[in-house]
Nanobody, 121 residues
Framework: QVQLVESGGGLVQPGGSLRLSCVASGSISSINAMGWYRQAPGSQRELVAA???????NYAGSVKGRFTISRDNVKNSVFLQMNSLKPEDTAVYHC???????????????WGQGTQVTVSS
């Protein structure tokens, strides 16, 4: 029943900006960490940014200073503001949430379906 729905991907020019959104819905007791991962062709999936329920953030070195992750705990949402985009940022971006479903004693990692971000002239 838990679902993560992403939006905001698309085609942008180098130097442009894009804001990805992800909303977790369903029977959720609590959400711990949320984050964004990406996988480019020929590359392994990597963590782009993560944020804890308390607001502590972690970024990949390649995106520091350009990307900003944030979340809305009330709306169960996580966002990724991407500025100064580079062609190297082209990838499929997936959001994730580590959460406790309602009535569950176990934490699960849920994934969004992924959204394509393409940075090209």
């Amino acid at each position: 029943q838990v679902q993560l729905v992403e939006s905001g991907g698309g085609l942008v020019q180098p130097g442009g900006s894009l804001r990805l959104s992800c909303v977790a819905s369903g029977s959720i007791s609590s959400i711990n960490a949320m984050g964004w991962y990406r996988q480019a062709p020929g590359s392994q999936r990597e963590l782009v940014a993560a944020i804890t329920s308390g607001g502590t953030t972690n970024y990949a070195g390649s995106v520091k200073g350009r990307f900003t992750i944030s979340r809305d705990n009330v709306k169960n949402s996580v966002f990724l503001q991407m500025n100064s985009l580079k062609p190297e940022d082209t990838a499929v971006y997936h959001c994730n949430a580590d959460l406790f479903p309602s009535r569950s004693m176990y934490q699960y990692r849920y994934w969004g379906q992924g959204t394509q971000v393409t940075v090209s002239s």
